[in-house]
């Protein structure tokens, strides 16, 4: 069988799919960063075989009746083999155990309707009684339009989890990936202790074509990119992705320590 | 009247919105200016003043009235620096235990290079994020056009009322038909898929009342606004502050749960 062969948008190299992951889906002519499923994600940087599943079994249904979702849902899980745009569940990252999700390009852009803000509300309810700390590899289109209102909505109610998981004294690290844009920008990519973004990911909230229609005005170079947000004071740091296993290891390993010794009392 | 006919009415220029209700219900009213941190912004306007003799602090987005008005409050779309503002205030009421009440009717966040680089995601998720937690009573009154983020950054409350010709939606229906349909023209479509209006927000339990807009005369929806302000704060302030924290909680917590 022919291999899939994947051209690297920002050198034109072709490389082979397998190769690709092998190389953690880092073009090994450029070094440009190749968008990864959240399945990938979890294998690159959790311990082997920590990782537990968490309400795998939630699906969107369409709620508002919307035109073309049925369709559009279908095609989504078809393709990715998941049931909706977000993985959560439990594992260990550098031997720490930690509450993990990891949003899905691949699925409808990652939008976030119901089943998203449900699972990852759950997991920050779940950390917080159990007195873990959160990693969450973010990627989004932003609030899924199909499902109206209670998209936005979501904003809020993961927000709220996330600040009675903070309010616990517990830690939370967004990790912002390729593209992270629109309502999920505006509330819990924003939302982290510490916030990191892989080099070269698109980071903002209005979409780019959005503020030249508004604006008239051509957009800078490197506009919302992740060395943009770092200038500007949005994220703490770049975290390349070979080491962020590593990396994310040693933040997890710092700010657990109080944790460990049993400094917070029990909320 | 179908979805886009509201959405017409909700945004019509000559539409009456929060500074005028502000003007008719809330008395001796002072306005606060700027958000400490880098400038004031006229989108949004925010103050203490007295509701039936109740201290609270309101905030209001702003479409301003004149054509100069207008250029100045940049149409009602706030920048990082409105958000920004309005929590400064929610704060200082947060401190001095009055209540809040939040108006909403603007196209919504304003899409800019300047208000991407302050931040205009983050000044958003710090508005929920403090909303959430915010330890005395908020309500929020959505008046004309409750646009997406930009209108969740003042409606993260413990009430929300909603005008019965007042919208609320998670993208504009222009914007929505454009990605849908490849065309904008079919807004009218788009409206009525979105489910925005203040009945669909009441059935899917959004909001939490809706202001009947049928009285003869604009002063006359303002008195009942009025009536049911007082009301809802006078149960609210009863309730005790982690009491009041966990159902704000639960309201969000029950939309889309399975």
Not at chain 1, 86 to 114: C, E, H, W
Not at chain 2, 133 to 148: D, H, Q, R
Not at chain 2, 240 to 245: F, N, T
Request: glycine share 10%.
């Amino acid at each position: 069988m022919a291999e899939t062969m994947i051209r690297c948008k920002k050198c034109g190299q072709e490389t082979a799919d397998a190769q690709l992951l092998k190389n953690g889906r880092i073009c090994p002519c450029c070094g440009n960063y190749f968008r990864m499923s959240a399945r990938e994600r979890i294998a690159l940087v959790t311990d082997h075989g920590t990782f537990r599943e968490h309400d795998g079994e939630l699906k969107s249904r369409n709620i508002l009746r919307f035109p073309e979702y049925d369709e559009k849902l279908e095609k989504a899980v078809e393709t990715t083999g998941e049931n909706d745009a977000v993985i959560t569940g439990y594992a260990k990252i550098g031997g720490v155990p930690t509450a993990l999700f990891a949003m899905d390009s691949n699925f409808m852009m990652a939008s976030m309707g119901t089943v998203v803000g449900e699972k990852i509300t759950r997991l920050f309810e779940y950390a917080a009684e159990n007195r873990l700390p959160v990693v969450g590899f973010i990627c989004s289109g932003g609030a899924r339009m199909q499902e109206g209102v209670l998209s936005l909505m979501q904003m809020a109610k993961v927000s709220a989890a996330v600040r009675w998981h903070s309010d616990a004294g517990l830690f939370y690290l967004p990790v912002l990936t390729d593209p992270t844009t629109g309502g999920v920008t505006a509330s819990y990519a924003m939302e982290g202790d510490i916030i990191a973004a892989e080099p070269g990911a698109l980071i903002g909230f209005a979409g780019q074509r959005v503020i030249e229609q508004t604006t008239g005005e051509k957009l800078p170079k490197g506009f919302q990119s992740a060395e943009f947000q770092l200038e500007h004071g949005f994220v703490d740091l770049l975290l390349e992705r070979r080491s962020s296993g590593t990396v994310i290891g040693r933040l997890l390993t710092a700010n657990t320590a109080a944790e460990r010794r049993g400094m917070y009392e029990r909320v | 009247m179908n979805a886009y006919e509201k959405v017409a009415l909700a945004r019509a220029s000559d539409r009456l919105m929060g500074n005028w209700y502000i003007g008719q219900i809330i008395d001796d009213f002072t306005e606060l200016h700027g958000d400490r941190r880098y400038s004031d912004d006229g989108a949004i306007v925010g103050g203490i003043g007295f509701l039936d003799g109740m201290p609270v602090t309101c905030i209001t987005m702003n479409r301003g009235g004149s054509i100069e008005d207008r250029i100045k409050r940049n149409f009602g779309c706030p920048s990082p620096e409105g958000y920004r503002k309005a929590l400064r205030l929610m704060k200082q009421a947060e401190k001095f235990r009055r209540p809040v009440i939040c108006f909403v009717g603007s196209p919504g966040a304003y899409c800019g290079i300047g208000a991407e680089e302050r931040g205009q995601g983050q000044a958003i998720a710090e508005n929920l994020w403090e909303m959430c937690a915010l330890k005395t009573p908020v309500i929020s009154v959505v008046v004309g056009e409750g646009g997406s983020g930009g209108a969740l950054a003042l409606s993260v409350a413990d009430k929300i009322l909603m005008f019965e010709n007042a919208v609320y939606s998670v993208i504009s229906p222009e914007g929505c038909a454009s990605i849908l349909y490849k065309d904008s023209a079919k807004a009218p479509e788009a409206a009525e898929a979105l489910r925005l209006t203040a009945a669909d927000l009441y059935r899917m339990k959004v909001a939490d009342a809706i202001i009947p807009e049928t009285y003869r005369t604009s002063e006359e929806t303002a008195r009942i606004l009025k009536k049911r302000l007082v009301s809802e704060l006078t149960a609210l302030k009863k309730v005790s502050v982690p009491r009041l924290l966990a159902s704000r909680y639960e309201k969000f917590r029950a939309i889309g749960a399975m």
